[in-house]
């Protein structure tokens, strides 16, 4: 079975004519749907079965990019096998004792050993685990510029930042429309510094996710007929210390953490 290396790679073979058959708002939507296994590839009606065969056995019941969100799990988890990891504490600002490294996310400490064991009072999905793997695995240890860029400016991020913002900041903006004590319990919870106004936003506030890879997020409220806006920003630094998928993953990770977080308080 062939395997896709990232969510693009889907966008390709839709039909691009955002039809919403589907149920999502346009194919580029569905895309990162599939990929974060929300919906299945077969849930668009246009996908050529030759790639359901060559993605996912020719079943439409099937999630090929979920199984391979999981294969490329298992190949972050399986490359910590092999990771020096108190050479690799030092290198991305970590701590390491007794064959476990112990670092800080979003406030919270979090430990894991090499066999993927975690020990954390945070809630851990997938996706925020996916991300402290590729943290560990390939950040270089890049010291923070504090220099701060959208998504799209970072290396690779072109290719990416369409993607991001369907699965990540539109996720993030619904979740603040919404819920709008986020940002003060993005503070109080998980110590997140609320700053001055950046980029002529009303709020911002920076989240340490992981040491080397802080994210700041910014949001416009609605006014005068415009609808708000939510933003994200990373140090210019942030593509060499966890990667554009590893980025990717991280935002992910946190827009559903906090859109599960509103929901707990809503029916709270």
Known sequence: MAQVNNAM???QFLPKTNCKECGESACLAFAGAVFTGKVGLASCPHVPE?????????????NPVEEEFSAVMKGLQERLLSLDLEDRAATIGADYEAGR????????????????NVTTDIHVNGWVLGSVLHYINYSKGIPLRSNWVPLRELPSGKDWYRLFGQQCENVLKTTADKYPDLFSDLV????GRMIDERFQSDVSVILSPLPLVPVMICYWRPEDGMEASLKLFFDDTAESNIGIDGLYVLGVGIALMLERLSKVHSNG
Request: charged share 30%.
């Open 9 to 11: 790679e889907i966008f």
């Open 188 to 191: 109080e919870m998980f110590r």
């Open 50 to 62: 030759s790639k359901l065969k060559q993605y996912g056995g020719g079943k439409r019941e099937t």
């Open 101 to 116: 490294i112990t670092l800080p996310i979003l406030g919270k400490q979090f430990t894991i050993d090499r066999h993927s």
